[in-house]
């Protein structure tokens, strides 16, 4: 029996550095963005969350496509 990944969704987050604790330890907060197109470019996609990222006041640390899929078979 063949099993295969059939698409369900996409969601682009973006991580930001929102200050640190009086320890000294840095807080991360982040931001997802729901309904991303399954067949985005790489490219485009940093494009897209880069300028997201710039509406905040906070520092954009790093940007990720999370893709769920279900497994059909």
């Known amino acids: 029996m063949a099993a295969a990944l059939e698409f369900q969704t996409a969601v682009g987050k973006i991580t ?5 604790t009086p320890e000294g330890r840095q807080i ?3 931001k997802s963005y729901r309904f991303v197109e399954q067949n985005v470019t ?3 996609l940093q ?3 880069t300028q997201l990222g710039q509406l905040s006041a ?4 790093s940007y ?7 497994i059909t078979g």
């Open 16 to 20: 930001f550095i929102a200050g640190s």
């Open 58 to 61: 906070m520092t954009a640390l």
């Open 42 to 44: 790489p490219a485009n």
């Open 64 to 70: 990720e496509k999370i893709v769920t899929s279900e």
């Open 28 to 30: 991360r907060k982040t």
């Open 47 to 49: 494009i897209a969350l």
